[in-house]
Each structure stands twice: as C-alpha cells, then as structure tokens.
C-alpha cells in the first residue's frame, strides 16, 4: 500500500526540476494525447488527472481544461499555463458526477493506493460517451532494480506496478546509465522514489548498498550502461 503523504511530498520535492528531467513522462503524455484527444469534440471539458506541472493543458488548447493533483508545488507549477488547478485526490475526485467529456490521467495510477478506485472515480466524473484515457506503469517497470535490492533484504525497495492485463496496450523502453547511482539520482528527480507504506525506513549500509549495485552490474550490465526497464501500460475507452 502507498503512503500518500509521500506521494505529495515526493512530487512536490521534484516539482521545480521535474520537467528537465521527465523525458520519458513527457513522451508516454504525447502518446497519451495521440490515442485520446482526437476521439473528442472541439471546446470539450476535460480533466487532467495528476496534472504534474500542466504538460496536458499545454498541448490541448482547443479545450478547457482543469487540472488536478495532490502535490501542492506541482499544481503551483501547472496554475502558471492560467488554467484552473485543483489540489486534491484521486480517492475522491470533488467534481459531481458526469461533469466531464474527457478524462486523461498520465503515469498517475501507479501511486494511488487503489488503483481501481481511481478509475471509479474518474468514470464517475466522465459524461456518458465520455473518454477515458489512461497510461501507467506496468509490472516489468525497474525490474533490474527490484531484483538487486533483493539481493540485499527482505524489505521492499521498488514497487509492484499494475498488471498488465487490465489494459489494452504496451509498449516497452529501456533506459541505460552509467551507474547505479545515476539510476537513483534520476528516480529521485522525477519523484519516483519508494512511496510503499512497508519500505526500509533506514538507510542501507554502504556495504549492503555496494552488494546491490555489485548485483545490478553482474546480472545487468550492457555495453551501453545499465539498463533501466519501463513497461509503458495504456487504456483509452468511452464511457458506455
């Protein structure tokens, strides 16, 4: 289960360099955007679910848009494109029902606590006919950091991503650094740290931390760097 009192503080730690560094987010947004915004009208109203720093309402200026999220610096950030921020939860979204044409929501649902509440909620909020469209990580997202660290202890220090089968789409990236600390120095920007309620509240060790990059290299390494998996789920449905 996530914290989400991490979640917010994460995201808004990361809201000032997010955009420099979330290239990855930024190109899953435009697909996103690609599959999902053509299904609408002109001047439709739409939610941008986890809005981050107001990427979404940037590229779909033909529509009004309000934006919503739970870390506070990120909806500050995103309030500079002048369209209406709201900071709040997906657990409940405050808009009535049936008050939306559209609802997008990028890389969100991997750190809500129920992730299936959340897609509730945003299909209560759509209109009929409405269109959702979702993307979030998939279970082989970090899967070369999950199993180095469990080389390490029996806590848990990457989480367990959505499964893949409850949407209709996939795609994979790889990533590749030159180092283990380059990985978590990029995570950590991005505000993709380790939000599960059961992680390691200690620091690990330098030892325990040179077994898990000793691990991550030998299992690993390719001649490009170290690999980084990012398993890219995506939905896009209209609301019967």
Same mark, same amino acid.
């Given at each position: 289960?996530?914290?989400? /009192?991490?979640?917010?503080?994460?995201?808004?730690?990361?809201?000032? !360099?997010?955009? +420099?560094?979330?290239?990855?987010?930024? !190109? %899953?947004?435009?697909?996103?955007?690609?599959?999902?915004?053509?299904?609408?009208?002109?001047? +439709?109203?739409?939610?941008?679910?986890?809005? $981050?720093? =107001?990427?979404?309402?940037?590229?779909?200026?033909?529509?009004?848009?309000?934006?919503?999220?739970?870390?506070?610096?990120?909806? *500050?950030?995103?309030?500079?494109?002048?369209? #209406?921020? %709201?900071? $709040?939860?997906?657990?409940?979204?405050?808009?009535?029902?049936?008050? @939306?044409?559209?609802?997008?929501?990028?890389?969100?649902?991997?750190?809500?606590?129920?992730? /299936?509440?959340?897609?509730?909620?945003? !299909?209560?909020?759509?209109?009929?006919?409405?269109?959702?469209? %979702?993307?979030?990580?998939?279970?082989?997202?970090?899967?070369?950091?999950?199993?180095? @660290?469990?080389?390490?202890?029996?806590?848990?220090? %990457?989480?367990?991503?959505?499964? /893949?089968?409850?949407?209709?789409?996939?795609?994979?990236?790889?990533?590749?650094? #030159?180092?283990?600390?380059?990985?978590?120095?990029?995570?950590? +920007?991005? $505000?993709?740290?380790?939000?599960?309620? $059961?992680? /390691?509240?200690?620091?690990?060790?330098? =030892?325990?931390?040179?077994?898990?990059?000793?691990?991550?290299?030998?299992? @690993? +390494? &390719? #001649?490009? =760097?170290?690999? *980084?998996?990012?398993?890219?789920?995506?939905? *896009?449905?209209? &609301?019967?």
């Amino acid at each position: 289960m996530f914290d989400p /009192r991490h979640v917010s503080k994460d995201f808004s730690d990361a809201a000032a !360099r997010y955009d +420099a560094h979330a290239v990855l987010q930024q !190109r %899953v947004l435009a697909e996103l955007i690609h599959k999902g915004l053509p299904l609408l009208q002109p001047h +439709a109203q739409l939610l941008d679910m986890g809005c $981050g720093t =107001g990427q979404f309402a940037c590229q779909a200026q033909d529509h009004a848009v309000i934006q919503l999220d739970i870390a506070y610096a990120m909806c *500050v950030k995103a309030a500079e494109n002048k369209m #209406p921020t %709201v900071n $709040g939860t997906v657990a409940v979204l405050p808009f009535a029902d049936a008050t @939306f044409d559209g609802v997008f929501s990028s890389l969100v649902l991997q750190w809500v606590p129920d992730w /299936r509440q959340a897609m509730q909620e945003m !299909r209560r909020v759509l209109k009929p006919g409405g269109v959702l469209a %979702v993307s979030t990580f998939g279970p082989n997202t970090l899967k070369e950091l999950k199993e180095s @660290f469990a080389s390490a202890d029996r806590y848990s220090h %990457v989480s367990s991503f959505i499964p /893949r089968a409850e949407f209709e789409q996939s795609e994979t990236v790889m990533e590749y650094y #030159p180092d283990m600390l380059a990985v978590m120095r990029q995570l950590k +920007a991005i $505000g993709a740290r380790n939000k599960l309620m $059961g992680r /390691r509240k200690s620091l690990m060790t330098p =030892g325990q931390m040179r077994r898990v990059e000793r691990r991550y290299v030998e299992r @690993f +390494a &390719k #001649p490009e =760097g170290l690999p *980084v998996t990012w398993e890219i789920l995506y939905s *896009v449905s209209r &609301k019967l």
